[in-house]
Protein backbone atom coordinates (compact mmCIF):
# COMPACT_ATOMS: atom_id res chain seq x y z
CA UNK A 1 0.00 0.00 0.00
CA UNK A 2 3.01 2.37 0.40
CA UNK A 3 4.41 1.67 -2.28
CA UNK A 4 0.80 2.91 -4.45
CA UNK A 5 0.81 5.90 -2.14
CA UNK A 6 4.20 7.03 -2.61
CA UNK A 7 3.36 5.74 -6.40
CA UNK A 8 0.66 8.01 -6.72
CA UNK A 9 2.06 11.15 -5.26
CA UNK A 10 5.53 10.84 -7.62
CA UNK A 11 2.78 10.73 -10.53
CA UNK A 12 1.17 13.42 -9.13
CA UNK A 13 4.51 15.75 -8.84
CA UNK A 14 5.69 14.35 -11.79
CA UNK A 15 2.43 16.19 -13.68
CA UNK A 16 3.57 19.05 -11.53
CA UNK A 17 6.87 19.41 -12.15
CA UNK A 18 6.26 18.65 -15.66
CA UNK A 19 4.23 22.14 -15.59
CA UNK A 20 7.14 23.65 -13.32
CA UNK A 21 3.88 24.89 -10.85
CA UNK A 22 3.65 23.76 -7.66
CA UNK A 23 0.30 24.73 -5.58
CA UNK A 24 2.31 24.60 -2.43
CA UNK A 25 -0.68 26.36 -0.19
CA UNK A 26 -3.14 23.19 -1.45
CA UNK A 27 -0.23 20.73 -0.49
CA UNK A 28 0.10 22.60 2.93
CA UNK A 29 -4.05 22.25 3.49
CA UNK A 30 -3.66 18.37 2.44
CA UNK A 31 -0.60 18.15 4.69
CA UNK A 32 -2.18 19.88 7.74
CA UNK A 33 -5.87 17.81 7.13
CA UNK A 34 -3.93 14.30 7.28
CA UNK A 35 -2.09 15.65 10.23
CA UNK A 36 -5.41 16.32 11.56
CA UNK A 37 -6.53 13.35 10.79
CA UNK A 38 -3.98 11.10 12.81
CA UNK A 39 -3.88 13.02 15.86
CA UNK A 40 -7.56 13.25 15.96
CA UNK A 41 -8.10 9.55 15.00
CA UNK A 42 -9.00 6.86 17.66
CA UNK A 43 -6.33 4.28 16.18
CA UNK A 44 -4.86 2.11 18.87
CA UNK A 45 -1.84 2.08 17.02
CA UNK A 46 -1.49 5.70 17.29
CA UNK A 47 -1.96 5.76 20.82
CA UNK A 48 0.21 3.39 21.55
CA UNK A 49 2.94 5.36 19.10
CA UNK A 50 2.31 8.97 21.17
CA UNK A 51 2.54 6.85 24.32
CA UNK A 52 5.91 5.31 23.09
CA UNK A 53 7.32 8.89 22.35
CA UNK A 54 6.25 10.45 25.35
CA UNK A 55 7.73 7.65 27.51
CA UNK A 56 11.06 8.37 25.04
CA UNK A 57 10.73 12.12 25.49
CA UNK A 58 10.19 11.66 29.43
CA UNK A 59 13.40 9.46 29.46
CA UNK A 60 15.65 12.03 27.80
CA UNK A 61 14.22 14.58 30.09
CA UNK A 62 14.92 12.25 32.88
CA UNK A 63 19.02 11.68 31.84
CA UNK A 64 18.69 15.45 31.90
CA UNK A 65 17.54 16.09 35.02
CA UNK A 66 20.11 13.78 36.19
CA UNK A 67 23.08 15.14 34.53
CA UNK A 68 22.24 18.39 35.83
CA UNK A 69 21.56 17.54 39.19
CA UNK A 70 25.24 15.55 39.28
CA UNK A 71 26.90 18.69 38.25
CA UNK A 72 24.94 20.69 40.59
CA UNK A 73 26.44 18.10 43.54
CA UNK A 74 29.55 18.55 41.99
CA UNK A 75 30.13 22.02 42.98
CA UNK A 76 32.16 22.11 46.16
CA UNK A 77 31.31 25.61 46.93
CA UNK A 78 27.14 25.39 46.94
CA UNK A 79 25.39 29.13 47.77
CA UNK A 80 21.84 29.61 48.28
CA UNK A 81 21.54 29.67 44.98
CA UNK A 82 23.03 26.13 43.89
CA UNK A 83 21.07 24.69 46.91
CA UNK A 84 17.80 25.60 45.28
CA UNK A 85 18.32 24.20 42.02
CA UNK A 86 19.55 21.45 43.31
CA UNK A 87 16.41 21.07 45.50
CA UNK A 88 14.13 21.84 42.43
CA UNK A 89 16.19 18.82 40.54
CA UNK A 90 15.50 16.92 43.20
CA UNK A 91 11.44 17.37 42.70
CA UNK A 92 11.30 17.45 39.42
CA UNK A 93 13.11 14.25 39.46
CA UNK A 94 10.61 12.03 41.12
CA UNK A 95 8.01 13.90 39.23
CA UNK A 96 9.45 12.74 36.19
CA UNK A 97 9.86 9.25 38.11
CA UNK A 98 6.28 8.83 38.41
CA UNK A 99 5.61 9.77 34.88
CA UNK A 100 7.62 7.41 33.97
CA UNK A 101 6.34 4.38 36.16
CA UNK A 102 3.03 5.42 34.97
CA UNK A 103 3.45 5.26 31.55
CA UNK A 104 6.14 2.48 31.36
CA UNK A 105 3.20 -0.36 32.64
CA UNK A 106 1.25 0.12 28.84
CA UNK A 107 4.05 2.32 26.72
CA UNK A 108 5.94 -0.84 26.10
CA UNK A 109 6.71 -1.29 22.33
CA UNK A 110 3.43 -2.45 20.88
CA UNK A 111 2.88 -5.96 22.83
CA UNK A 112 -0.22 -5.25 23.42
CA UNK A 113 -1.19 -5.12 20.27
CA UNK A 114 1.26 -7.80 18.77
CA UNK A 115 0.22 -10.37 20.90
CA UNK A 116 -1.18 -13.19 19.98
CA UNK A 117 -3.93 -14.95 22.11
CA UNK A 118 -2.69 -19.20 22.72
CA UNK A 119 -4.71 -21.40 21.33
CA UNK A 120 -4.98 -24.13 23.44
CA UNK A 121 -7.09 -26.65 25.54
CA UNK A 122 -9.06 -27.63 22.64
CA UNK A 123 -11.92 -29.87 23.14
CA UNK A 124 -12.09 -32.92 22.14
CA UNK A 125 -15.42 -34.10 20.69
CA UNK A 126 -16.32 -37.43 21.56
CA UNK A 127 -19.87 -37.42 22.36
CA UNK A 128 -23.19 -35.27 20.99
CA UNK A 129 -22.95 -33.20 24.37
CA UNK A 130 -19.56 -31.51 23.33
CA UNK A 131 -20.43 -30.19 19.79
CA UNK A 132 -22.30 -27.30 21.70
CA UNK A 133 -18.58 -26.54 23.50
CA UNK A 134 -16.70 -27.30 19.68
CA UNK A 135 -18.67 -24.87 18.25
CA UNK A 136 -18.14 -22.32 20.90
CA UNK A 137 -14.52 -23.17 20.95
CA UNK A 138 -14.87 -22.06 17.04
CA UNK A 139 -16.47 -18.91 17.50
CA UNK A 140 -14.12 -17.89 19.80
CA UNK A 141 -10.80 -18.81 17.43
CA UNK A 142 -12.92 -16.90 14.75
CA UNK A 143 -13.58 -13.58 16.82
CA UNK A 144 -10.06 -13.86 17.85
CA UNK A 145 -9.32 -13.92 13.89
CA UNK A 146 -11.49 -10.79 13.51
CA UNK A 147 -9.81 -9.03 16.34
CA UNK A 148 -5.86 -9.52 14.66
CA UNK A 149 -7.60 -8.52 11.47
CA UNK A 150 -9.47 -5.11 12.83
CA UNK A 151 -6.02 -4.33 14.45
CA UNK A 152 -4.70 -5.23 11.04
CA UNK A 153 -6.22 -2.97 9.02
CA UNK A 154 -6.41 -0.16 11.82
CA UNK A 155 -2.59 -0.33 11.80
CA UNK A 156 -2.75 -0.36 7.57
CA UNK A 157 -4.84 2.63 7.55
CA UNK A 158 -2.61 4.85 9.81
CA UNK A 159 0.55 3.31 8.17
CA UNK A 160 -1.00 5.28 4.94
CA UNK A 161 -1.58 8.70 6.30
CA UNK A 162 1.80 8.44 7.97
CA UNK A 163 3.22 7.72 4.84
CA UNK A 164 0.99 10.51 3.03
CA UNK A 165 2.17 12.81 5.46
CA UNK A 166 6.08 11.89 5.09
CA UNK A 167 5.33 12.60 1.46
CA UNK A 168 3.88 15.93 1.55
CA UNK A 169 6.23 17.00 4.16
CA UNK A 170 9.03 15.86 1.89
CA UNK A 171 8.19 17.77 -1.14
CA UNK A 172 7.23 21.01 0.40
CA UNK A 173 10.68 21.32 2.60
CA UNK A 174 12.29 20.63 -1.10
CA UNK A 175 10.27 23.53 -2.36
CA UNK A 176 10.60 25.91 0.07
CA UNK A 177 14.40 24.86 0.12
CA UNK A 178 14.71 25.90 -3.54
CA UNK A 179 12.54 28.86 -2.72
CA UNK A 180 14.87 29.96 -0.55
CA UNK A 181 12.60 30.00 2.40
CA UNK A 182 14.17 28.58 5.62
CA UNK A 183 12.00 28.78 8.32
CA UNK A 184 9.25 26.97 6.55
CA UNK A 185 11.88 24.24 4.54
CA UNK A 186 13.02 23.72 8.39
CA UNK A 187 9.42 23.74 9.26
CA UNK A 188 8.71 20.69 6.93
CA UNK A 189 11.89 19.07 7.30
CA UNK A 190 10.92 18.50 10.44
CA UNK A 191 7.82 17.28 9.69
CA UNK A 192 9.07 14.71 7.36
CA UNK A 193 11.74 13.16 10.25
CA UNK A 194 8.44 12.75 12.42
CA UNK A 195 6.75 11.14 10.17
CA UNK A 196 9.53 8.97 8.75
CA UNK A 197 9.77 7.77 12.64
CA UNK A 198 6.54 7.44 12.72
CA UNK A 199 5.73 5.07 9.53
CA UNK A 200 9.67 3.14 10.40
CA UNK A 201 8.30 2.41 14.14
CA UNK A 202 4.76 1.52 12.77
CA UNK A 203 6.04 -0.67 9.63
CA UNK A 204 8.38 -2.68 11.83
CA UNK A 205 5.35 -3.67 14.08
CA UNK A 206 3.50 -4.38 10.85
CA UNK A 207 5.70 -6.67 9.87
CA UNK A 208 5.66 -8.27 12.89
CA UNK A 209 2.17 -8.32 12.99
CA UNK A 210 2.13 -10.30 9.24
CA UNK A 211 4.81 -12.99 10.26
CA UNK A 212 2.47 -13.64 13.58
CA UNK A 213 -0.56 -13.44 12.43
CA UNK A 214 0.37 -15.68 9.58
CA UNK A 215 1.01 -18.82 11.96
CA UNK A 216 -1.68 -17.57 13.91
CA UNK A 217 -4.05 -17.80 11.44
CA UNK A 218 -2.90 -21.54 10.42
CA UNK A 219 -3.21 -22.58 13.86
CA UNK A 220 -7.01 -20.91 13.77
CA UNK A 221 -7.44 -22.94 10.51
CA UNK A 222 -6.24 -26.26 11.86
CA UNK A 223 -8.22 -26.45 14.58
CA UNK A 224 -11.13 -25.45 13.13
CA UNK A 225 -10.75 -27.99 10.57
CA UNK A 226 -10.27 -30.39 13.15
CA UNK A 227 -13.18 -29.64 15.24
CA UNK A 228 -15.45 -29.48 12.16
CA UNK A 229 -14.24 -32.93 11.39
CA UNK A 230 -15.27 -34.26 14.80
CA UNK A 231 -18.50 -32.43 14.77
CA UNK A 232 -19.29 -34.02 11.64
CA UNK A 233 -18.18 -37.67 12.86
CA UNK A 234 -20.65 -36.83 15.99
CA UNK A 235 -23.65 -36.31 14.07
CA UNK A 236 -22.83 -38.92 11.71
CA UNK A 237 -22.55 -41.22 14.35
CA UNK A 238 -25.58 -39.56 16.50
CA UNK A 239 -27.46 -40.47 13.23
CA UNK A 240 -26.80 -43.86 12.81
CA UNK A 241 -27.62 -44.50 16.59
CA UNK A 242 -30.98 -42.24 16.49
CA UNK A 243 -31.74 -44.96 13.33
CA UNK A 244 -30.74 -48.09 15.13
CA UNK A 245 -32.67 -47.06 17.98
CA UNK A 246 -35.62 -46.52 15.96
CA UNK A 247 -35.29 -50.05 14.48
CA UNK A 248 -35.11 -51.09 17.56
CA UNK A 249 -38.49 -49.29 18.93
CA UNK A 250 -39.88 -50.51 15.37
CA UNK A 251 -39.61 -54.09 15.79
CA UNK A 252 -40.46 -54.38 19.82
CA UNK A 253 -43.55 -52.89 18.47
CA UNK A 254 -44.18 -55.20 16.05
CA UNK A 255 -43.62 -58.23 18.21
CA UNK A 256 -46.17 -56.31 20.57
CA UNK A 257 -48.80 -56.29 17.94
CA UNK A 258 -48.44 -59.92 16.90
CA UNK A 259 -48.34 -60.81 20.92
CA UNK A 260 -51.57 -59.38 21.49
CA UNK A 261 -52.58 -60.97 18.07
CA UNK A 262 -51.78 -64.47 18.60
CA UNK A 263 -51.66 -64.68 22.50
CA UNK A 264 -54.64 -64.50 24.28
CA UNK A 265 -53.63 -64.65 27.67
CA UNK A 266 -53.23 -60.89 28.43
CA UNK A 267 -51.10 -62.08 31.56
CA UNK A 268 -48.52 -63.57 29.25
CA UNK A 269 -49.00 -60.34 27.10
CA UNK A 270 -48.17 -58.55 29.69
CA UNK A 271 -45.41 -60.27 30.57
CA UNK A 272 -43.42 -59.99 27.30
CA UNK A 273 -43.72 -56.55 27.07
CA UNK A 274 -42.02 -56.26 29.81
CA UNK A 275 -38.87 -58.25 29.11
CA UNK A 276 -39.29 -56.69 25.69
CA UNK A 277 -39.19 -53.42 26.98
CA UNK A 278 -36.35 -54.35 29.50
CA UNK A 279 -34.61 -56.15 26.44
CA UNK A 280 -34.69 -52.68 24.48
CA UNK A 281 -33.43 -50.19 26.70
CA UNK A 282 -30.10 -53.04 28.11
CA UNK A 283 -29.41 -52.79 24.32
CA UNK A 284 -30.00 -49.31 23.92
CA UNK A 285 -27.64 -48.76 26.61
CA UNK A 286 -25.33 -51.34 25.36
CA UNK A 287 -25.07 -49.62 21.81
CA UNK A 288 -24.48 -45.89 23.72
CA UNK A 289 -22.19 -47.38 25.84
CA UNK A 290 -19.83 -49.31 23.11
CA UNK A 291 -20.32 -45.99 20.71
CA UNK A 292 -19.42 -43.01 22.92
CA UNK A 293 -17.00 -44.88 26.03
CA UNK A 294 -13.70 -44.91 24.42
CA UNK A 295 -12.58 -46.92 27.11
CA UNK A 296 -14.31 -49.92 28.40
CA UNK A 297 -11.86 -50.66 30.87
CA UNK A 298 -12.28 -47.63 32.71
CA UNK A 299 -15.42 -48.64 33.36
CA UNK A 300 -15.13 -51.73 34.72
CA UNK A 301 -12.38 -49.98 36.69
CA UNK A 302 -15.42 -47.64 38.02
CA UNK A 303 -17.75 -50.21 38.64
CA UNK A 304 -15.64 -52.39 40.24
CA UNK A 305 -14.41 -49.90 43.06
CA UNK A 306 -17.74 -48.31 43.43
CA UNK A 307 -19.86 -51.78 43.66
CA UNK A 308 -18.55 -52.38 47.14
CA UNK A 309 -20.13 -49.29 48.36
CA UNK A 310 -22.95 -49.24 46.44
CA UNK A 311 -23.73 -53.31 47.69
CA UNK A 312 -24.34 -51.86 51.09
CA UNK A 313 -25.23 -48.41 50.19
CA UNK A 314 -28.36 -49.39 47.46
CA UNK A 315 -28.50 -53.12 49.31
CA UNK A 316 -32.56 -52.56 49.03
CA UNK A 317 -32.31 -51.34 45.37
CA UNK A 318 -30.11 -54.70 44.47
CA UNK A 319 -32.90 -56.83 46.48
CA UNK A 320 -35.14 -55.51 44.62
CA UNK A 321 -34.06 -56.14 41.14
CA UNK A 322 -32.81 -59.47 41.85
CA UNK A 323 -36.20 -60.01 43.27
CA UNK A 324 -38.18 -58.53 40.28
CA UNK A 325 -35.76 -61.33 38.57
CA UNK A 326 -37.64 -63.95 40.91
CA UNK A 327 -40.82 -62.92 40.31
CA UNK A 328 -41.32 -62.35 36.34
CA UNK A 329 -38.91 -65.79 36.16
CA UNK A 330 -40.25 -67.64 39.22
CA UNK A 331 -43.79 -66.65 37.79
CA UNK A 332 -44.90 -67.14 41.28
CA UNK A 333 -46.41 -63.33 41.03
CA UNK A 334 -48.55 -62.11 37.63
CA UNK A 335 -49.78 -59.01 36.91
CA UNK A 336 -54.33 -59.46 37.56
CA UNK A 337 -53.36 -61.51 40.55
CA UNK A 338 -54.72 -61.07 43.87
CA UNK A 339 -52.37 -60.76 46.79
CA UNK A 340 -52.15 -60.74 50.40
CA UNK A 341 -48.89 -58.70 51.77
CA UNK A 342 -48.33 -58.86 55.55
CA UNK A 343 -45.61 -55.91 56.66
CA UNK A 344 -45.26 -54.92 60.49
CA UNK A 345 -48.55 -55.67 61.23
CA UNK A 346 -50.78 -54.37 58.14
CA UNK A 347 -52.36 -56.43 55.48
CA UNK A 348 -53.27 -55.60 52.95
CA UNK A 349 -55.46 -57.17 50.17
CA UNK A 350 -55.52 -56.60 46.12
CA UNK A 351 -55.03 -56.69 42.37
CA UNK A 352 -51.86 -56.48 40.85
CA UNK A 353 -51.48 -53.87 38.40
CA UNK A 354 -48.11 -53.66 37.39
CA UNK A 355 -44.74 -54.97 38.19
CA UNK A 356 -41.72 -52.71 37.53
CA UNK A 357 -38.30 -53.57 38.01
CA UNK A 358 -38.14 -51.73 41.83
CA UNK A 359 -41.75 -52.74 43.00
CA UNK A 360 -45.38 -54.17 42.27
CA UNK A 361 -47.86 -51.58 42.59
CA UNK A 362 -51.50 -53.07 43.72
CA UNK A 363 -54.91 -51.87 43.68
CA UNK A 364 -56.71 -52.16 47.36
CA UNK A 365 -60.31 -53.88 46.80
CA UNK A 366 -62.86 -54.27 49.19
CA UNK A 367 -62.17 -57.96 50.82
CA UNK A 368 -62.91 -59.50 53.94
CA UNK A 369 -59.49 -58.16 55.31
CA UNK A 370 -60.43 -54.64 54.49
CA UNK A 371 -64.31 -55.34 56.38
CA UNK A 372 -62.48 -57.30 59.49
CA UNK A 373 -59.07 -55.07 59.83
CA UNK A 374 -58.48 -52.19 57.38
CA UNK A 375 -61.77 -50.25 57.24
CA UNK A 376 -60.34 -48.62 54.08
CA UNK A 377 -60.18 -49.97 50.50
CA UNK A 378 -59.31 -48.45 47.25
CA UNK A 379 -56.04 -47.37 48.13
CA UNK A 380 -52.31 -47.81 45.54
CA UNK A 381 -50.35 -49.79 47.40
CA UNK A 382 -46.62 -49.96 46.62
CA UNK A 383 -44.51 -52.92 47.05
CA UNK A 384 -40.76 -53.14 46.56
CA UNK A 385 -39.89 -56.62 45.39
CA UNK A 386 -37.02 -57.33 47.88
CA UNK A 387 -40.67 -58.06 50.16
CA UNK A 388 -40.70 -61.36 48.78
CA UNK A 389 -37.49 -62.48 50.35
CA UNK A 390 -38.69 -61.18 54.07
CA UNK A 391 -42.07 -60.50 54.03
CA UNK A 392 -45.30 -62.28 53.42
CA UNK A 393 -46.79 -62.35 50.42
CA UNK A 394 -49.93 -64.97 49.67
CA UNK A 395 -51.12 -64.95 46.27
CA UNK A 396 -54.88 -65.96 45.66
CA UNK A 397 -54.54 -66.95 42.18
CA UNK A 398 -51.06 -68.70 41.58
CA UNK A 399 -50.92 -70.72 38.76
CA UNK A 400 -54.30 -70.78 37.13
CA UNK A 401 -56.40 -71.22 40.27
CA UNK A 402 -59.32 -68.26 40.75
CA UNK A 403 -60.72 -70.12 43.94
CA UNK A 404 -59.82 -69.81 47.61
CA UNK A 405 -61.44 -71.34 51.04
CA UNK A 406 -63.85 -69.44 52.69
CA UNK A 407 -65.36 -70.32 55.78
CA UNK A 408 -68.65 -68.57 57.86
CA UNK A 409 -68.46 -69.38 61.89
CA UNK A 410 -72.25 -68.89 63.53
CA UNK A 411 -72.76 -70.10 66.91
CA UNK A 412 -76.02 -71.83 68.42
CA UNK A 413 -77.05 -72.65 71.48
CA UNK A 414 -76.14 -76.37 73.36
CA UNK A 415 -79.54 -77.59 73.43
CA UNK A 416 -80.09 -76.95 69.41
CA UNK A 417 -79.90 -79.89 67.28
CA UNK A 418 -76.22 -79.83 66.10
CA UNK A 419 -76.52 -82.49 63.42
CA UNK A 420 -79.00 -80.39 61.46
CA UNK A 421 -77.23 -77.32 61.77
CA UNK A 422 -74.43 -79.28 59.68
CA UNK A 423 -76.53 -80.65 57.79
CA UNK A 424 -78.33 -76.89 56.30
CA UNK A 425 -75.17 -75.08 56.82
CA UNK A 426 -73.76 -78.25 54.15
CA UNK A 427 -76.27 -78.53 52.03
CA UNK A 428 -76.28 -73.88 51.34
CA UNK A 429 -72.43 -74.38 51.03
CA UNK A 430 -72.87 -76.76 48.38
CA UNK A 431 -75.62 -75.03 46.67
CA UNK A 432 -73.93 -71.24 46.14
CA UNK A 433 -69.95 -73.07 45.68
CA UNK A 434 -70.78 -76.22 43.96
CA UNK A 435 -69.75 -74.32 40.09
CA UNK A 436 -66.27 -73.33 42.02
CA UNK A 437 -65.65 -76.73 43.65
CA UNK A 438 -65.78 -78.21 39.98
CA UNK A 439 -63.14 -75.22 38.53
CA UNK A 440 -61.43 -75.97 41.46
CA UNK A 441 -60.85 -79.93 41.05
CA UNK A 442 -60.24 -79.58 37.15
CA UNK A 443 -57.52 -77.12 37.90
CA UNK A 444 -56.34 -79.64 41.18
CA UNK A 445 -56.50 -82.26 38.63
CA UNK A 446 -53.70 -80.26 36.01
CA UNK A 447 -51.18 -79.32 38.25
CA UNK A 448 -50.46 -82.68 40.00
CA UNK A 449 -47.99 -82.32 37.11
CA UNK A 450 -46.35 -79.71 39.01
CA UNK A 451 -46.56 -80.22 42.74
CA UNK A 452 -47.53 -83.61 44.93
CA UNK A 453 -51.28 -83.41 45.33
CA UNK A 454 -52.38 -86.53 47.20
CA UNK A 455 -55.74 -87.14 48.82
CA UNK A 456 -56.94 -83.64 48.49
CA UNK A 457 -60.45 -83.14 49.73
CA UNK A 458 -62.63 -80.40 47.20
CA UNK A 459 -65.70 -80.57 48.76
CA UNK A 460 -67.98 -78.09 50.92
CA UNK A 461 -67.42 -78.93 54.25
CA UNK A 462 -68.57 -78.21 57.70
CA UNK A 463 -67.83 -78.56 61.21
CA UNK A 464 -69.31 -78.20 64.68
CA UNK A 465 -66.60 -76.99 67.47
CA UNK A 466 -67.25 -76.44 71.26
CA UNK A 467 -67.10 -73.05 72.49
CA UNK A 468 -67.82 -71.40 76.03
CA UNK A 469 -71.09 -70.08 74.47
CA UNK A 470 -72.82 -72.41 72.76
CA UNK A 471 -71.57 -74.94 69.60
CA UNK A 472 -69.90 -73.12 66.67
CA UNK A 473 -70.85 -74.63 63.02
CA UNK A 474 -67.91 -73.68 61.08
CA UNK A 475 -69.08 -73.91 57.23
CA UNK A 476 -65.69 -74.29 54.58
CA UNK A 477 -66.50 -73.68 50.79
CA UNK A 478 -64.59 -72.33 47.61
CA UNK A 479 -65.05 -69.06 45.89
CA UNK A 480 -63.85 -66.76 43.45
CA UNK A 481 -61.58 -65.01 44.90
CA UNK A 482 -62.76 -61.75 43.39
CA UNK A 483 -66.11 -62.73 44.60
CA UNK A 484 -65.49 -63.52 48.21
CA UNK A 485 -67.34 -60.97 50.05
CA UNK A 486 -70.02 -61.25 47.72
CA UNK A 487 -70.81 -65.35 48.20
CA UNK A 488 -70.18 -64.78 51.91
CA UNK A 489 -72.76 -62.14 52.57
CA UNK A 490 -75.25 -64.26 50.20
CA UNK A 491 -74.36 -67.21 52.58
CA UNK A 492 -74.53 -65.81 55.77
CA UNK A 493 -77.85 -64.77 54.85
CA UNK A 494 -79.18 -67.58 53.86
CA UNK A 495 -77.49 -69.52 57.20
CA UNK A 496 -79.58 -66.83 59.27
CA UNK A 497 -82.84 -67.85 57.37
CA UNK A 498 -82.68 -71.12 57.55
CA UNK A 499 -81.30 -71.42 61.14
CA UNK A 500 -84.43 -69.29 62.46
CA UNK A 501 -87.07 -71.35 60.44
CA UNK A 502 -86.19 -74.42 62.97
CA UNK A 503 -87.51 -74.85 66.31
CA UNK A 504 -85.09 -77.30 67.63
CA UNK A 505 -81.96 -74.44 66.10
CA UNK A 506 -81.18 -71.37 68.50
CA UNK A 507 -79.05 -69.07 66.77
CA UNK A 508 -76.84 -68.06 70.24
CA UNK A 509 -74.84 -64.69 70.54
CA UNK A 510 -73.64 -63.05 73.92
CA UNK A 511 -76.96 -61.10 75.32
CA UNK A 512 -78.61 -59.71 78.42
CA UNK A 513 -82.49 -61.14 79.49
CA UNK A 514 -84.84 -59.47 81.71
CA UNK A 515 -86.54 -61.82 84.01
CA UNK A 516 -89.44 -60.12 85.45
CA UNK A 517 -91.33 -62.73 87.06
CA UNK A 518 -88.35 -65.38 87.94
CA UNK A 519 -87.58 -68.53 86.84
CA UNK A 520 -84.37 -70.01 85.11
CA UNK A 521 -83.64 -67.59 82.82
CA UNK A 522 -83.51 -69.83 80.11
CA UNK A 523 -87.66 -68.84 78.29
CA UNK A 524 -88.23 -72.33 76.56
CA UNK A 525 -89.87 -74.32 79.68
CA UNK A 526 -92.89 -74.42 81.50
CA UNK A 527 -93.47 -71.20 83.56
CA UNK A 528 -93.59 -72.18 86.88
CA UNK A 529 -94.65 -69.61 89.64
CA UNK A 530 -91.82 -67.99 90.83
CA UNK A 531 -91.68 -67.02 94.83
CA UNK A 532 -92.11 -63.21 95.62
CA UNK A 533 -88.27 -62.31 95.25
CA UNK A 534 -88.96 -59.28 93.41
CA UNK A 535 -87.01 -58.54 89.99
CA UNK A 536 -84.21 -60.08 89.09
CA UNK A 537 -82.00 -58.72 86.62
CA UNK A 538 -79.96 -61.29 85.16
CA UNK A 539 -76.16 -61.19 83.02
CA UNK A 540 -75.96 -64.29 80.80
CA UNK A 541 -73.31 -64.26 79.04
CA UNK A 542 -73.45 -67.76 77.74
CA UNK A 543 -75.82 -68.54 74.82
CA UNK A 544 -79.52 -68.30 74.85
CA UNK A 545 -82.73 -68.79 73.60
CA UNK A 546 -84.22 -66.15 71.50
CA UNK A 547 -87.44 -66.82 72.77
CA UNK A 548 -89.52 -64.26 74.62
CA UNK A 549 -90.22 -63.98 78.11
CA UNK A 550 -94.00 -64.36 78.97
CA UNK A 551 -95.98 -62.52 80.96
CA UNK A 552 -98.08 -64.72 83.55
CA UNK A 553 -100.80 -66.56 83.00
CA UNK A 554 -99.98 -66.04 79.16
CA UNK A 555 -98.78 -69.03 77.04
CA UNK A 556 -95.04 -68.67 76.43
CA UNK A 557 -95.29 -68.62 72.63
CA UNK A 558 -98.22 -66.64 71.61
CA UNK A 559 -97.02 -66.01 68.25
CA UNK A 560 -96.20 -69.02 66.66
CA UNK A 561 -95.25 -67.73 63.23
CA UNK A 562 -93.28 -65.31 64.23
CA UNK A 563 -89.34 -66.06 63.59
CA UNK A 564 -87.48 -65.87 66.53
CA UNK A 565 -84.81 -63.18 66.22
CA UNK A 566 -86.70 -61.66 62.86
CA UNK A 567 -89.76 -59.18 62.30
CA UNK A 568 -92.97 -59.51 62.89
CA UNK A 569 -93.39 -61.11 59.21
CA UNK A 570 -93.31 -64.61 59.08
CA UNK A 571 -90.32 -65.99 56.56
CA UNK A 572 -91.30 -66.96 53.02
CA UNK A 573 -89.35 -69.47 50.91
CA UNK A 574 -87.64 -66.67 48.87
CA UNK A 575 -87.26 -68.53 45.95
CA UNK A 576 -87.31 -65.83 43.63
CA UNK A 577 -84.41 -64.40 45.50
CA UNK A 578 -81.07 -64.10 43.63
CA UNK A 579 -78.24 -65.63 46.18
CA UNK A 580 -75.86 -64.52 43.85
CA UNK A 581 -74.48 -66.99 41.69
CA UNK A 582 -70.58 -65.81 40.43
CA UNK A 583 -69.40 -67.66 37.28
CA UNK A 584 -65.32 -67.87 36.95
CA UNK A 585 -63.13 -65.90 34.78
Known sequence: MRRFVVGVVCAVLGVVWASDTIDAPSLESKLEKITQDITQSNNAWYKQYTNIKALESLLQEIRHTEKELERLESIEDKNSRVSSQILQYKNTLQTLQRQRDILDSYAKNYSQLLELPNIKDVPHVSNPILIISGYSFIKTLQENQHTIESNAQNLKEILDLANQRYELAQILNDYYIDERNAPKAREYQIQSIEALQMLQSLESAQQILETSYSIYSKEIESAIASLESEIKEQIVKMVYIVVAIMA???????????????????????????????????????????????????????????????????????????????????????????????????????????????????????????????????????????????????????????????????????????????????????????????????????????????????????????????IRISLWYHVNSYAIMTLRSTISGELIEAFLREEDIQIAYPTTKVVPTGGDGRGNKPFIEPQPLGVNMTNTPTSVSLSSTSAPNTPSNTAPGRPRGGGDTPFVDNKDLDHGHFPIS
Not at 276 to 304: D, H, K, M, P, R
Not at 308 to 314: E, N, P, S, T
Not at 330 to 344: E, L, P, T
Open 248 to 470: IFIIALFIKIALRKYILDSNRVYTANKIINIFNLSLIVIILLFAYLENVSYLVAILGFASAGLAIAMKDLFMSVLGWFVIVLGGSIHVGDRVRVVKDGAVYVGDVLDISVLRMTIYEDITLTSYMENRRAGRIIFIPNNYIFTTLLANYTHAGLKTVWDGIDISITFDSNYKKALSIATEIGKKYSKGYTEVTRKRMERLKDRFSLRNINLETRAFCMLEPNG
